[in-house]
Nanobody
Framework: QVPLVESGGGSVQAGGSLRLSCAPS????????MAWFRQAPGKEREGVAS????????RYADSVLGRFAISQDNAKNTVHLQMNSLKPEDSGMYYC????????????????????WGQGTQVTVSS
């Protein structure tokens, strides 16, 4: 069973928007970091955005700052990534990930230590 399930990917023209969603298939700690990563063909996976689930602390990669927004719906135990003003270089497979936040929000400052992953959802932005 995949621990995290992503949805919402697709194809869009440059300047358009997409909203990705991620829901755990089981229970995860209330004190967790949840993040979105992406990987384009031939490139390394990179962290895009993260959120501390017991607060509203967020962190973004410089390349998406001001265009992407990560949020959580506590009632539905779901994390969203709103992506606006999309560019062709935003294309890739987007993965949801989670890790325990042993040090609280400080655990979410770096895009490392993630132990639960989804299977990914494809985002394609055409010029």
């Amino acid at each position: 069973q995949v621990p995290l399930v992503e949805s919402g990917g697709g194809s869009v023209q440059a300047g358009g928007s997409l909203r990705l969603s991620c829901a755990p298939s089981g229970n995860i700690s209330r004190r967790s970091c949840m993040a979105w990563f992406r990987q384009a063909p031939g490139k390394e996976r990179e962290g895009v955005a993260s959120i501390y689930t017991s607060g509203d602390s967020t962190r973004y990669a410089d390349s998406v700052l001001g265009r992407f927004a990560i949020s959580q719906d506590n009632a539905k135990n779901t994390v969203h990534l709103q992506m606006n003003s999309l560019k062709p270089e935003d294309s890739g497979m987007y993965y949801c990930a989670a890790r325990p936040a042993l040090a609280g929000s400080a655990s979410c400052r770096a895009f490392d230590g993630y132990v639960l992953w989804g299977q990914g959802t494809q985002v394609t932005v055409s010029s």
